[in-house]
């Protein structure tokens, strides 16, 4: 017997999933709106409407093509079939485009913000889609990554689940507590990535300190240690949000240079000699 399997498009709606996307959700909402452009983008997890409160006029949703998307492996007994979610609903954000996220279809330098739910998790090559978001945003540009923890609580509960199931052979599938496609993305290599391609990590945050409980009363009643948890043991928060803007080497915003031009221009100029000049005019007399 296998573990069972959860994909993305099922987890959103377990009651952990519900609890991550409500923190995700708040800490987005506080960091776009106040970025400013003309096009953004988000890139996959309808679920999760990234750019609600941000400002910028256009704005698009873009899911994955089907044909690049990672097969998620399918459930393999009934036992692990009861252990999943109820099926999703349809999601009431329709996307503005399918793509592929490693060749998306914006002209270099066009693009003033990208956001990516989970998007790297399940990304057939996320280096190269990371590359394809450097592509097409403009210099002073941000990316806003969001990503699981494989250091957090929650993934090492993961981790010990499949421990246990390896070692009873399979006869005692471990019921998953994340999603089981694609793979977590730590934040330092992450952070390592964003830096090989010019980019400078702005903020930072790490969270979903609760324990890997199932019940949403249960949830409740430990998100005091959300509080708790950036100051106690930081690095163990179940998820964090990135925000890296990308910098062009060579390249330095101007600003209105021209007007201290004209000042310096209009300023008087004192003569230089005059001590001299006043002997020469003398001599010559």
């Known amino acids: 017997m296998s573990a069972p399997i959860i994909d993305f498009q099922g987890w959103p709606h377990t009651p952990a999933g519900q609890y ?94 990208v956001v990516l739910p989970h998007t790297l998790e399940v990304s057939a090559d996320a280096h190269a889609t990371l590359r394809e978001v450097e592509r097409v945003l403009v210099a002073q540009g941000r990316v806003v990554i969001c990503g699981f923890n494989p250091v957090g609580l ?22 998953a507590y994340l999603p089981q496609a694609g793979e977590y993305l730590g934040y330092w290599r992450l952070r390592d990535w964003l830096r090989l391609l010019d980019f400078e990590v702005e903020v930072v945050r790490f969270g979903c300190y609760v324990p890997a409980v199932r ?15 950036p100051r106690w043991w930081p690095i163990f ?26 000042a310096r221009a209009a300023r008087p100029v004192p003569a230089a000699h005059s001590n001299q000049d006043a002997m020469h005019k003398e001599q010559t007399e």
Request: charged share 15%; aromatic share 8%; net charge positive.
């Open 215 to 229: 019940s949403p009363k249960w949830l409740g009643r430990f998100a005091w240690m959300e509080t708790m948890g």
């Open 154 to 175: 929650w993934a090492l509960r993961e981790a010990r689940t499949r421990l246990w199931t390896h070692l009873a052979g399979g006869r005692w599938p471990g019921r």
């Open 20 to 113: 991550l996307l409500g923190w995700e959700a708040a800490q987005l909402d506080a960091l776009v709106a106040d970025m400013f452009g003309y096009h953004a983008i988000q890139l996959g997890l309808p679920a999760l409407p990234t750019l609600q409160h941000n400002r910028i006029p256009h704005r698009w949703l873009a899911e994955q093509d089907s044909a690049v998307t990672p097969a998620v492996p399918a459930v393999q007994n009934e036992a692990s079939e009861a252990a999943l979610p109820p099926p999703a609903p349809a999601s009431p954000t329709k996307p503005d485009l399918v793509t592929d996220f490693a060749a998306l279809p914006f002209p270099a330098a066009s693009l003033d913000l």
């Open 237 to 262: 928060g179940s998820a964090y949000v990135v925000v890296a803007v990308k910098r062009v080497r060579g390249v330095r915003l101007m600003g209105a240079l021209w007007k201290n031009t004209l």
